[in-house]
């Protein structure tokens, strides 16, 4: 878990909105799968939302810090 943030971290500013906007549109598709029982192993949902939680966890770290957008 400590080696994925790390990785997160270490994106740029830029990246990390694109990582942002892509894993909402990853969200968003699966909770369409899910709905329409296309996808009935709804754990990617979890990790989806893990992902982007970190993903804005670090741009409020670099907006607190002073150094962001």
């Known amino acids: 878990m400590v080696g994925k943030i790390e990785e997160i971290r270490a994106l740029s500013v ?3 909105k ?3 906007t892509s894993t909402r549109l990853e969200l968003l ?4 799968k899910v709905a ?3 996808v ?3 754990s990617g949902l979890r990790g ?3 992902k982007l939680a970190q ?3 670090v741009r409020r770290e670099r907006e607190l810090v002073g150094g962001a957008e």
């Open 14 to 16: 830029e990246r990390l």
């Open 18 to 20: 694109e990582e942002e």
């Open 29 to 32: 598709n699966l909770r369409f």
């Open 36 to 38: 329409t029982r296309q």
């Open 40 to 42: 009935t192993d709804v």
């Open 48 to 50: 989806g939302r893990r």
């Open 55 to 57: 993903i804005l966890t």
